[in-house]
């Protein structure tokens, strides 16, 4: 299987301070690619990279077969964007700004941006400018999907939208995807969007990739441990640990992740008893694996 | 794509078109007043070709708000979302920028028309006293290629980054620093002359401004 | 029918989703030959990834409840007698599971699920 986009070995530095280091990013064709990270993290600089706006100063960027920004026009043709912000010109209707965008793209489909306009409920005589921010995002991605498309990227497309709104964007991102099999590149803050849409999750921190595994294996490697009678000091562990805390007179709380049910025989043999393992969420997990994360790069660093 | 273009840059501009349209059809024909008698003698001749004259300098005036104004608005939605947009579409920055300025050079086409209709116009209803002779389609190449100087300048600046802009302005800033340190030094080093009789000289791209615009003329 | 999906729990969103299906065809709500919801359908109405609708009904044919005709979507499979019953079986036995795992962490005894689940249901008939 191909991926749609690939980047490897990375390496972005606009100016003094931020840079993206070292960035190896694979999304599978057809897959729905969740992009979790914390503010300044990188994501929307990674998402600019992909679309050909900013030239890396080192590393290979591969979307659709094609060079990144050397091909850009081409690629361009077949990649749905929906930024964070509108882009669009406030001074024109939404039938014009959808008239504009139709001429750009062979393989526009007219009908389906009619669809779209009646299933979000939008006046195509408003003027853009005059638009709600919900009504604005939804023009937004009318466009990316009446685009027709084989990818799409989404910078936080429903970021300060309320839930219907929401509701309404990701049904219609969703139908898209189920017929006509594109992938999704999707960054969001809204974790528990992310968990029952993405197949793949990546998450970054402060310009570096922490982690790109399936969904799965996140959800349900990740768990908290009531672990009781364990040494101080403990020798290669078959589980990622990434957090050791005190938790009563008598049990430690183990935050874990890649963890496997056969992974319980680990305990006798240190001489500890395994006493729960208790789900984490999508969030706490993102929130512990961060936390081992940056630990692990001062301890590095030290 | 081009229809698409030219119609939003039509949407952006269609005041100032219509204001530079109105303006250009009727410079010619107010610059021309009182103009209908036949029997004109030498003095009033002269009259005519200083009021033609006076009312002219506007020529240079109007191509040159024209140009700017439609390269403006060519640009102002783009600079708003920081090109976001255009960078977008799936085709070369070059070709967009081709298909912005051919669209706004398509809509300056209208005023310029406009000044040859008024010019035939006021020549045609007029009786010229003996020895002038009337100009209507030079006067109307003249503002045709000023438009087009004003328009491909300010079309080129409104395009360019603001990087690139800093640069031209740079390197201005270093010539008349050149010129200024030459000076105190009272080194016979002049830049600065020579390059404005370019620019603004008889044989240089602005050239076009200067000079008389007249719709008679001996 | 879908109400509870939850993206946080443990079991993965297509287990959930297959089990519903399950309940409501071992309860009879669904028919032999009923059309299930299209993969695109549903995907967009529970706003889940197409691929865990897909996965869902997969293991529900792997089960033998529907069967996916491709192109013309997937149906609800003539169960053999006494099917339901065991199926209905099955869920009864994880509900009481569930119910008595959650007792033992609570701390609550037998006897005293017991008299609670009479208590209710004497409430109910009153």
């Known amino acids: 299987m191909t991926n749609v986009i690939e980047i490897d070995s990375l390496h972005y530095r606009p100016g003094k301070g931020f840079a993206l280091r070292d960035l190896s990013i694979h999304v599978p064709a057809g897959a729905i690619y969740g992009f979790l990270g914390p503010n300044g993290s990188g994501k929307t600089t990674t998402i600019r990279l992909v679309l050909g706006l900013l030239r890396p100063q080192s590393g290979r960027i591969t979307v659709l077969g094609d060079r990144m920004p050397d091909d850009a026009p081409k690629i361009l043709a077949r990649v749905g964007y929906v930024p964070e912000q509108p882009h669009l010109d406030p001074t024109l209707t939404v039938n014009e700004i959808v008239r504009f965008q139709a001429a750009f793209y062979p393989t526009w489909d007219g009908a389906r941006a009619a669809q779209l306009l009646r299933q979000f409920d939008l006046d195509g005589e408003r003027l853009f400018g005059r638009l709600s921010k919900g009504q604005k995002a939804k023009v937004m991605i009318l466009l990316a999907l009446a685009q027709q498309g084989d990818l799409l990227v989404l910078d936080e497309p429903t970021d300060g939208l309320d839930p219907v709104v929401r509701r309404d964007i990701l049904a219609a991102l969703l ?8 992938a999704v590149f999707i960054s969001s803050h809204l974790v528990h969007e992310i968990e029952r849409i993405c197949d793949w999750i990546a998450v970054m921190d402060d310009g570096r990739l922490v982690t790109e595994v399936p969904m799965e294996q996140l959800k349900n490697g990740t768990k908290r441990l009531r672990v009781a009678g364990a040494p101080a000091t403990l020798g290669p562990t078959p589980f990622a640990l990434f ?21 319980a025989g680990y305990f006798p043999g240190i001489g500890a008893s395994l006493q729960d393992v208790i789900d984490l969420d999508l969030e706490d997990g993102f929130v512990e694996l961060l ?6 790069r001062r301890e590095g660093s030290a | 794509m081009f229809r698409v273009m030219l119609y939003t840059q039509w949407k952006w501009s269609r005041l100032i078109i219509l204001l530079g349209t109105v303006a250009a059809f009727a410079l010619p024909i107010i610059s021309m007043q009182g103009a209908a008698h036949a029997d004109r003698n030498p003095l009033e001749a002269q009259d005519l070709l200083r009021t033609v004259q006076s009312w002219g300098t506007l020529y240079p005036v109007l191509a040159a708000a024209l140009g700017l104004f439609v390269a403006m608005a060519a640009w102002a939605p783009d600079h708003r979302g920081r090109h976001v947009h255009a960078l977008t579409l799936p085709l070369p920055r070059w070709r967009y920028m081709l298909l912005r300025c051919a669209s706004g050079a398509v809509l300056l086409a209208i005023p310029a028309a406009a000044v040859l209709a008024g010019a035939l116009l006021a020549t045609a209803t007029a009786t010229l006293p003996p020895g002038l002779q009337s100009y209507p389609f030079a006067l109307a190449t003249h503002f045709v290629l000023a438009t087009a100087v004003a328009y491909g300048v300010f079309f080129a600046v409104s395009a360019a980054t603001a990087r690139t802009a800093g640069i031209i302005l740079a390197a201005v800033g270093a010539l008349i620093a050149v010129q200024v340190v030459a000076g105190v030094a009272n080194v016979d080093f002049d830049i600065v002359s020579p390059l404005t009789m370019i620019v603004l000289g008889p044989a240089g791209p602005f050239a076009i401004f200067t000079g008389r615009w007249m719709l008679v003329d001996v | 029918m879908f109400e509870h999906i939850d993206p946080r729990s443990s079991t993965p969103l297509y287990a959930q989703i297959a089990a519903r299906f399950r309940v409501a065809i071992a309860a009879g709500e669904l028919r032999t030959a009923a059309l299930l919801p299209s993969v695109r359908d549903l995907a967009a109405r529970l706003r889940v990834n197409p691929a865990t609708i897909a996965q869902a009904y997969r293991e529900l044919e ?22 339901r019953t065991r199926e209905r079986a099955r869920q009864a036995k994880a509900l009481a599971e569930r119910v008595l795992a959650d007792a033992r962490r609570m701390g609550v005894t037998l006897e005293e699920l017991r008299e609670a689940i009479d208590g209710v249901l004497g409430a109910k008939t009153t």
């Open chain 3, 62 to 83: 792997g089960e033998g409840f529907v069967e996916i005709r491709h192109g013309a979507g997937t149906y609800v499979r003539e169960l053999a007698p006494g099917r």
């Open chain 1, 243 to 263: 957090a050791r805390e005190p938790a009563t007179a008598a049990a430690e709380t183990w935050v874990v992740g890649e963890w496997k049910p056969e992974m």
């Open chain 1, 175 to 182: 139908e898209y995807v189920s017929q006509r099999g594109a």
């Open chain 1, 291 to 296: 936390r081992s994360f940056r630990g692990s």
